[in-house]
């Protein structure tokens, strides 16, 4: 959204700014793994605070940026350290944390909070871009973002244990509720039994390396980065401005993509608890894919009802991968690896994204149009569909309970 401002005001290119962009979601990929085992040994509510922060101080730092360098840093690589802190690693950890029973749904419903804040954002970003410029919209987002930190330190809880309870669905009495000495006690003393995260996360990484199964979600999951974040989520606006479309409609489109992506998120995880996941993941590739090669045709400078539809069908297919991605991962690699695994999963999703959001704007660039970028991310959905369908029901090792921090 802020590529039309910044390339009136300072003539950047699409490639640059793209990289920009392209950083930022590779960050939001790389460090979620890590941030799951950080969350798994110090606790949930400190690695969401300080992620908070830090996308408060980027946001607030690349409003002075000047040159392309300076917003690769800041909004690449300061926000996108914030952001994949978060990541739906957050999701995967409070799922297996406090649920036991209707994780498919509980994850569709937490993943659906972004498409949320995407229909919340969106409209009033663009509108004050519109209004006032894109230095007062960022300083509005990056004030909204620290806001929330003390939000987040008060009421988030880093376990049922803390507040005297089972996991939903756990079998027993609940236990004696933690006292607040208690619980850093606890943390403490689970940071200093085992390895690090980040060897935490790397011995993950290699165990689930040996198996086919993660490779067929890696490999899916990063042409669901490329057909979403990477592709519309970076590019859309601008593709649609390019067709003579106002940037505010072009935003309350994308915005509307994030109305129909909370029903579908929601539907998706009530669905993955009564089927076959890899059949879910096989048909929202495929329709993705026949959505997109159909939007080259649908772009011009007033919406009409084709691209309505195509809103409409996207919006419900945006995130609904990640709740039974999240399953499969559980149950191939069980409840204690299954989060981290989820997380370079979901890296692999950010590394396609990123790819898409620079190489999108490099076919930009060269052809002065999009066309290739969508048609070939049509290509790609068709063989995610194909490698979901591959996926074999193996599991590394017996699931067990998730330690409680």
Not at 78 to 90: C, D, K, N, P, Q
Not at 122 to 142: C, D, Y
Not at 334 to 342: N, Q
Request: hydrophobic share 55%; aromatic share 10%; net charge positive.
């Amino acid at each position: 959204m802020l590529m039309i401002p910044l390339e009136e005001e300072f003539g950047w290119s699409r490639t640059g700014m793209g990289l920009a962009i392209g950083v930022n979601i590779l960050l939001y990929g790389v460090i979620a793994p890590f941030a799951a085992a950080l969350m798994e040994r110090f606790g949930i509510r400190i690695v969401t605070t300080v992620a908070l922060v830090l996308i408060s101080l980027g946001m607030f730092a690349s409003m002075f940026a000047v040159t392309e360098w300076q917003l690769v840093l800041t909004w690449g690589v300061i926000v996108g350290l914030g952001t994949g802190s978060m990541a739906l690693v957050f999701v995967g950890s409070i799922v297996n944390l406090w649920f036991r029973k209707r994780q498919g749904l509980v994850s569709g419903i937490l993943s659906a909070g972004q498409a949320t804040g995407q229909l919340v954002f969106l409209p009033l970003v663009s509108n004050l871009i519109l209004v006032s410029g894109w230095r007062e919209a960022t300083f509005v987002v990056a004030a909204l973002a620290l806001l929330a930190v003390p939000i987040v330190y008060i009421f988030l809880w880093n376990s049922p244990a803390e507040r005297g309870r089972l996991p939903y669905g756990e079998a027993g009495e609940n236990p004696p509720r933690m006292t607040a000495q208690q619980a850093r006690a606890r943390r403490r003393a689970l940071a200093s039994d085992g390895p690090n995260a980040a060897v935490r996360a790397l011995s993950a990484l290699k165990k689930a390396s040996k198996v086919p199964s993660f490779w067929a979600l890696v490999a899916g999951f990063a042409i669901c980065g490329i057909s979403t974040n990477g592709l519309v989520g970076a590019h859309f606006i601008p593709a649609a401005h390019d067709h003579g479309m106002s940037q505010p409609v072009a935003a309350a489109l994308l915005a509307a993509v994030g109305v129909f992506d909370v029903v579908g998120t929601i539907l998706s995880g009530w669905l993955t608890d009564r089927v076959n996941p890899r059949i879910l993941l096989a048909i929202y590739y495929a329709g993705r894919g026949l959505s997109l090669l159909a939007l080259p045709a649908l772009l011009s400078a007033t919406p009409g009802p084709p691209l309505i539809l195509f809103i409409v069908f996207y919006g419900l297919d945006w995130v609904a991968t990640v709740p039974p991605t999240m399953a499969i991962c559980r149950e191939v690699f069980g409840a204690k690896d299954g989060t981290i695994v989820f997380g370079w999963v979901f890296t692999a999703h950010q590394v396609g994204a990123s790819i898409a959001a620079v190489l999108a704007g490099v076919v930009r660039d060269q052809t002065g149009e999009y066309t290739l970028a969508w048609l070939s991310a049509a290509v790609l959905c068709a063989v995610a569909a194909a490698v979901s369908l591959s996926i074999k029901k193996v599991k590394t090792e017996p699931a067990e309970p998730v330690r409680q921090t």
